[in-house]
């Protein structure tokens, strides 16, 4: 459902990624939303955002399938160089945590 930041509490979770007026990924869908996460998305200019009660959305929207995660992680890290290792380490991190395996090795 579509809510408006203000009238919005903490413990929400989100339905659908939270993008900012140049395409980029705020946050990501299954997002637990925190008073911290309220106030940075206030900061991007971010009004509105759909987000449901905890348990209410479904296991798809936590965590999105290792082709869907993959692909968005590509895409956040597409003006990187791929071949960095550096790169290379958060891309893996990203998308451990995309698919909510955690960051553990």
């Known amino acids: 459902m579509d809510l408006c930041l203000d009238d919005m509490q903490p413990g ?3 339905v659908h990624p939270v ?5 980029n990924v705020l946050l ?7 008073a911290r996460h309220l106030t940075l ?3 991007h200019g971010v009004t509105h955002v759909d987000a449901a009660p905890s348990g209410t ?3 798809a929207a936590a965590a999105p399938s290792a082709q869907e995660a993959s692909m968005q992680i590509e895409e956040q890290f597409r ?3 791929p071949d960095h290792p550096l790169i290379s380490e958060l891309k ?5 945590r995309r698919q909510g395996t955690g960051e553990s090795t």
Not at 19 to 23: I, L, P
Not at 92 to 96: A, T, W
């Open 19 to 23: 993008v900012d007026s140049k395409g």
């Open 12 to 14: 929400l979770v989100l």
């Open 57 to 59: 959305e479904s296991t």
């Open 41 to 43: 998305l206030r900061a």
């Open 79 to 81: 003006n990187t160089n």
């Open 92 to 96: 893996r991190i990203c998308l451990r």
């Open 28 to 34: 990501g869908k299954g997002v637990r939303l925190t």
